[in-house]
């Protein structure tokens, strides 16, 4: 009896612990940390899965924003534990840490903010419910903020029924800033597990619209590469190798494009190290040593020096290791800290690529060829930054001429609105509150960044202004709110997503922070007596006219020139009463794969792309 409510004890203080400083344990309480809570349970089920007992999960978000993770592996163990005289699966979700206890893998998946276990799943959920097959025996348990609220009970037994383990939770209101789980980031991190742990089965489902992907491929690592590769002109087949050194275990699969991004993909222990870490920076001086070596070596250089930077243009990699004491560093834990790493990496990939591309000399030449065309594309750029910087100096107009600064200073304040044609920006200028906002006129179509070397880039004046102005490549930049403005046509869009190009593929941080903003002027204008009513759609519009008196007098706005200064700023740029919308970068790869297929060299999948899509096209102004 003591014993017992010793343990009781620890259960209330292990709660108390988790939900006193969530952060501690899943990152923050917003966005990031709701969908931790989804890959804390898959994870577990994918330990299960690389133990070899488990090859089908299934991911469902309800109605409810409550989730329900299913596998097929052994099934928690049920069985009492011998010290707590409790299931051991009751100890597993009561328990912080417990996790580890059962586990007898070589390399833990866990470390950081990863693999803190269930229990903190169910301490920081408002209800949490497991359910066991074991022996054809279904097991059920419910908890409430992580506090069991029934003993494990047999429910069901039938002799069809499989082995498996079933969580099912709801993030716990009092936690959390919202609840509402996103598609598009579980559906990312799913189908990455599923290219980590070739020839699982993974699902998800989504019961609010019943969407559902379905994820399984044997290649593993190289098919990612296929799969992110697939929309681009690739210069030779993927280049992989899988090898243990030192106890990591290295695997590495890349393959070049003839496009100008770089694409990599850093994992340790299926975590995807965004921040990068020891085994990316390994990586990357492999690669850059191996190219360089062949290409001194086989006189293909041509006086001209290749850096790092060089070797990465086009390049589309992924590095993925395994480590048995992993440190995770970084703002967002995302960041390999093991410096042990980064030798092993680099002399594995110097080492491997270098005799493949020995062995593959059409391969590396066609390689070189593209790096070299990038190093001669810096060596300019640098030359004419250096020019700009020279003149800038003398000049002393760091900031570009057309911009109409506000005067706040305060980049938390300060916005900066990036309006279409010089008239719509005249307008602005009149209209706004030039207290914090700012106004950038553009002349147009700008430069399309995807198909345009650095050079290139660089030398246009567009570019240049919008960069200034933000302070792109500076320490510090200007304006934590950048609103793109265009008219709502189809050239308005174009611009819209040539400037969501630049932003993505030059400054991407700006829009993995959420800096990055679309105004939403109105398309109507209704005339009633004296008021005057606006309205964003044209449902909106037929709803904001019911019960009014017939012949009420209807404007469509064609663009935002044929808005007064005073009317822009009512409609579009108070915030008061705007409508902004937020862009936030959800799937990576999908994000990717869309830049790609909607301004890359390819014709076919754009093609492809818009008879695909254009259905979902509601107006079309033409
Ligand atoms: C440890 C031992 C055993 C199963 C598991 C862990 C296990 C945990 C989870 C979490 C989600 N799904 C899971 N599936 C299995 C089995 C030990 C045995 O049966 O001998």
Not at 318 to 344: C, H, R, S, W
Request: aromatic letters at 8%; hydrophobic letters at 35%.
């Amino acid at each position: 009896m003591e014993e017992y409510k010793a343990k009781e004890i620890q259960v209330l203080e292990d709660i108390e612990a988790v939900r006193m400083r969530p952060a501690m344990y899943i990152g923050d309480t917003d966005k990031r940390g709701l969908h931790h809570l989804v890959f804390e349970v898959v994870d577990n089920s994918i330990d299960e899965a690389m133990v070899g007992f488990c090859n089908r999960i299934d991911v469902i978000i309800h109605k409810d924003e409550s989730i329900t993770v299913k596998d097929n592996g052994r099934g928690i163990p049920i069985d009492e534990h011998p010290i707590e005289k409790r299931p051991a699966v009751e100890v597993v979700m009561t328990t912080l840490h417990a996790g580890g206890k059962f586990n007898h893998k070589a390399y833990k998946v866990s470390g950081g903010l990863h693999g803190v276990g269930v229990s903190v799943v169910n301490a920081l959920a408002d209800w949490l419910e497991v359910e066991i097959t074991r022996e054809h025996k279904v097991y059920h348990q419910r908890y409430e903020i992580g506090k069991p609220v029934t003993s494990l009970k047999i429910i069901n037994e039938l002799s069809e029924l499989d082995d498996g383990t079933t969580v099912s939770f709801h993030p716990d209101p009092q936690v959390f800033q919202q609840i509402r789980f996103s598609f598009d980031i579980l559906s990312e991190r799913i189908r990455e597990l599923a290219f980590l742990n070739p020839g699982i089965l993974l699902t998800i489902l989504d019961e609010r619209t019943e969407k559902k992907h379905e994820f399984t491929y044997k290649g593993g690592i190289v098919e990612f590469i296929n799969f992110l590769n697939s929309d681009k002109t690739v210069l030779h087949p993927p280049i992989y190798f899988h090898q243990e050194k030192e106890g990591i275990d290295v695997e590495v699969a890349l393959q070049y494009t003839d496009t100008y991004t770089e694409n990599i993909f850093a994992y340790a222990n299926s975590i995807n190290t965004k921040e990068g870490g020891t085994h990316l920076a390994g990586f990357k001086s492999g690669i850059t040593k191996a190219i360089t070596s062949y290409a001194k070596e086989h006189n293909l250089t041509k006086e001209i020096e290749i850096v790092g930077d060089d070797t990465r243009e086009g390049l589309t990699a992924v590095v993925a290791v395994k480590i048995a004491d992993p440190q995770f560093e970084g703002q967002t834990k995302t960041k390999l800290g093991n410096p042990e790493a980064k030798g092993v990496v680099e002399s594995l990939s110097t080492t491997y690529f270098s005799a493949y591309y020995e062995q593959n000399p059409t391969d590396a030449e066609k390689a070189i060829k593209k790096i070299l065309s990038a190093s001669k594309s810096r060596i300019a750029a640098q030359k004419a930054r250096d020019l700009t910087r020279k003149k800038e100096l003398f000049e002393r107009s760091p900031l570009p001429g057309k911009l109409a600064d506000c005067s706040e200073d305060n980049p938390d304040i300060a916005e900066l609105y990036i309006v279409e044609g010089d008239s719509a920006g005249g307008s602005a200028k009149q209209g706004r509150d030039r207290k914090f906002q700012a106004i950038l006129p553009i002349k147009g179509k700008i430069l399309n960044v995807e198909k345009a070397t650095e050079e290139k880039i660089l030398s246009s004046e567009e570019i240049k202004a919008i960069m200034k102005a933000i302070g792109i490549g500076e320490e510090n930049i200007r304006y934590k709110k950048i609103i793109i403005m265009t008219d709502a046509d189809i050239d308005g869009s174009h611009i819209r997503t040539l400037l969501l190009t630049l932003f993505y593929r030059r400054a991407k941080e700006l829009v993995e922070s959420g800096y990055i903003y679309v105004a939403q002027p109105p398309l109507y204008k209704i005339k009633h007596k004296k008021k005057i009513i606006y309205a964003h759609l044209e449902a909106d519009m037929n709803e904001k006219i019911k019960g009014l008196d017939p012949q009420p007098e209807i404007q469509l706005f064609k663009g935002l020139g044929e808005m007064n200064p005073d009317e822009l700023f009512f409609t579009t740029m108070d915030p008061q009463t705007r409508l902004l919308k937020q862009i936030t970068l959800e799937d990576a790869v999908e994000a990717d794969k869309t830049f790609t297929i909607l301004m890359g060299e390819k014709v076919e999948p754009r093609r492809q792309f818009i008879e695909e899509n254009a259905k979902y096209v509601e107006n079309l102004d033409v």
